[in-house]
């Protein structure tokens, strides 16, 4: 396949995910970065904001304003570590594990729509080229 070709093809894909992917934040009321965040968490559970801010390709100062907000929103507590008293965790409240819930719902309908026309094998291949690709991000 020539360059230009695939490049032409990621583009438009990146279009369509992207604007799927504003619609359905969107009607949640939060942020696109917000409902990272709740993914991030309800994903891998508690963690502390370093770690959050490096899954997440932020400082931990942009981190912490986006922290605050979702605290007073009530999706997201701030808990003391349980054994390093320096550090702080963040995790999901009963409100945030909802949005959670739902909006990961509908990732899983999508990757179904999107696998809908790949073999089972396809779709085992696609999902290793993607962990390939995502590795060299």
């Known amino acids: 396949m020539e360059h230009e ?3 032409r093809l990621l583009i ?10 504003h619609g359905v934040v969107k009607e949640s ?4 970065p917000q409902m990272h965040t709740l993914e991030i968490l309800g994903a891998d559970g508690d963690l502390r904001m370093t770690e959050l801010a490096a ?3 932020v400082t931990t100062g942009s981190l912490t304003v986006l922290v605050d907000r979702l605290e ?6 701030r808990r003391p570590h349980e054994t390093d008293r320096r550090s702080i965790r963040v995790g999901l409240t009963p409100e ?3 949005l959670f819930t739902e909006h990961h719902a509908l990732h899983e309908k999508l990757t179904s729509e999107i696998l809908c026309d790949l073999s089972p094998e396809e779709a085992e291949q696609f999902a290793g080229m ?3 690709i995502t590795a060299c991000l």
């Open 5 to 7: 070709k695939l490049t």
């Open 72 to 77: 007073r929103g009530g999706f997201v507590a």
């Open 55 to 57: 899954r997440m390709g």
């Open 96 to 98: 945030g594990e909802r």
């Open 29 to 32: 009321g939060l942020t696109l």
């Open 12 to 21: 438009a894909f990146y279009e369509k995910f992207s604007s799927w992917e």
């Open 130 to 132: 993607l962990e390939r």
